[in-house]
């Protein structure tokens, strides 16, 4: 039984319910003082933004998006990566633990994330790229 159990955990390429597991390389902080749209993560061409862990904090009421786009800004090709996400001053979003995909990007494009209100926005992302 136990060698079964060994040749079945070396057989198995996924997690969990079929999730394919990613090693995070890379955190990046999360600083934005204005309502704007900020860039998070630049794209690289031919490879997919990963992404298994978000928190971020608002110091007032505002909202918070993330976006993908192939620009500075992720406006050109842009598409949605979440809904908005309103928070209170001092609402806290935190989201994946770092174990699994959350977000995969498609190739080449870039993450962003787009505040509204006076608050600043900190917090940190965990994120790999992949073929």
Not at 82 to 102: E, H, P, R, V
Not at 103 to 108: H, I, Q, Y
């Amino acid at each position: 039984m136990k060698k079964l159990l060994i040749l079945l955990l070396a057989l198995a390429p996924t997690g969990a319910l079929g999730q394919a597991f990613f090693t995070p390389t890379r955190s990046t902080a999360i600083t934005i003082a204005t309502a704007t749209t900020t860039l998070l993560i630049t794209g690289v061409t031919g490879k997919q933004v990963v992404v298994m862990a978000v928190d971020v904090l608002s110091s007032a009421a505002g909202t918070l998006q993330f976006i993908a786009g192939t620009d500075a800004t992720c406006s050109t090709g842009s598409s949605n990566v979440t809904g908005n996400y309103s928070l209170a001053a001092g609402g806290f979003l935190q989201k994946g633990d770092g174990n699994g995909i959350l977000w995969a990007l498609p190739a080449g494009n870039s993450l962003c994330a787009v505040t509204t209100g006076a608050g600043l926005f900190p917090g940190s992302i965990t994120w790999t790229l992949v073929p």
